[in-house]
């Protein structure tokens, strides 16, 4: 891809070429969610979203890393809880087993979900979720965190193939206009608290 889609509260869109990394600094630290979303198997899709947090990097990993809180990020998910938490070797890395459920409403269909993740923390710096069992053919998403100015850089990628046949096109619209919306409801919370 050569281009990335900014999503702003406003009621348009910007391009502004990933080669033009002041521009997407710039627009990153006015608020606005870079997004990219792209095929990912005939009945899944694949999306990269980037948004800034005018908080310390710490404070957001201590929310981020509060998985019972994700309802409150994402209001399609209905449950998150950790069912099990180990740290891994004598390193940074701790694994865990999540639960997740949601519920989502397109085209004129419901669909509720349910979600075994296996999840690699790297301390504050990444989440890696690992599709254990599900309602999904495959599933694997990372967020990572990063300085940037007085606040943290949040990068959050994931890829999916639903179980429930979609076509790529239409779940790649659905989450170009649903996961700004979420980000930006993600970024008020984590800011609020």
């Avoid at 095929?39 to 981020?64: C, D, N």
Wanted: charged letters at 15%.
């Amino acid at each position: 891809m050569t281009a990335s889609t900014v999503s702003n509260p406003r009621p348009y869109s910007l391009t502004v070429p990933l080669q033009s990394r002041d521009a997407r600094t710039t627009a990153l630290l006015q608020g606005e969610i870079l997004l990219e979303t792209r095929a990912h198997s005939a009945w899944g899709a694949g999306v990269t979203a980037q948004m800034y947090l005018p908080i310390q990097p710490e404070r957001a990993w201590a929310q981020l890393t509060d998985y019972p809180r994700w309802v409150q990020f994402f209001p399609d998910i209905t449950q998150s809880r950790i069912l099990e938490r180990s740290p891994i070797g004598q390193g940074q890395e701790t694994h865990q087993r999540l639960y997740q459920a949601a519920r989502k409403s397109f085209l004129f269909i419901t669909a509720e979900v349910e979600i075994y993740l296996q999840v690699i923390e790297t301390a504050g710096q990444r989440i890696q979720f690992h599709l254990e069992s599900g309602s999904f053919h495959d599933f694997q998403a990372d967020l990572q965190l990063q300085d940037l100015a007085e606040g943290a850089l949040l990068t959050y990628s994931v890829q999916a193939t639903p179980t429930i046949p979609v076509p790529s096109p239409f779940i790649q619209q659905a989450i170009h206009w649903d996961l700004p919306h979420n980000m930006r409801n993600m970024r008020q919370m984590l800011c609020s608290h």
